[in-house]
């Protein structure tokens, strides 16, 4: 099964902007290294990272189409907020070339992360969000890196205390599944 998301995954990501597709490399390999040093699965780290974002260079009105044909259980928030429905419908791409849902669930709370997760699900959702190159364009993300290595939870308490501040500055609303995330771990 997994081979088969492998090559599904291969033709999904050569058809990426190419920036879109080294994120996707950069989170891949990040992933495999931090699910080594936390004795995780790697194949499926990798398989996750590699998932996250084949659709995140869809239009909005792509995504809210794809939800609604494809009836693709989705938050009102995400409705409301499109941006962040890449998630779910790359999930839902992928649903059919696996055989459990802890690759599913990285993939669809990627964005958001989510109270549910294991450490498979946190390390994608890490690597996502502290990926180098995302690490130079937010230099405060250092932060998070440093922690990384040393405890998952203090990691994402972290990076949610940065975003948090970052998105509220902003004037963005917040995932309302990101707040459950965030109360679950402190």
Not at 2 to 19: A, F, G, M, Q
Request: aromatic letters at 12%; charged letters at 25%; one cysteine or more.
């Amino acid at each position: 099964m997994n081979n088969d998301l492998r090559i599904y995954l291969n033709k999904r990501i050569s058809v990426l902007p190419e920036w879109l597709a080294d994120h996707s490399y950069r989170t891949a390999k990040l992933a495999m290294k931090l699910a080594k040093y936390y004795k995780e699965d790697t194949q499926k780290c990798e398989l996750a990272a590699l998932s996250h974002d084949i659709v995140k260079h869809y239009d909005n009105k792509d995504l809210l189409e794809i939800v609604s044909k494809q009836n693709i259980d989705c938050l009102d928030f995400e409705i409301k907020n499109p941006n962040v429905l890449h998630g779910p419908v790359a999930s839902h791409y992928i649903q059919n070339y696996l055989d459990d849902t802890v690759i599913f669930e990285s993939v669809r709370w990627h964005t958001s992360g989510h109270y549910t997760f294991n450490n498979i699900s946190k390390i994608v959702f890490l690597s996502d969000k502290v990926e180098p190159y995302k690490v130079t364009n937010r230099p405060e993300l250092n932060q998070v890196k440093k922690l990384v290595l040393d405890d998952l939870d203090q990691s994402i308490i972290k990076y949610f205390d940065i975003q948090f501040d970052y998105l509220e500055t902003r004037k963005i609303q917040i995932h309302p599944e990101s707040i459950k995330f965030y109360e679950s771990l402190i």
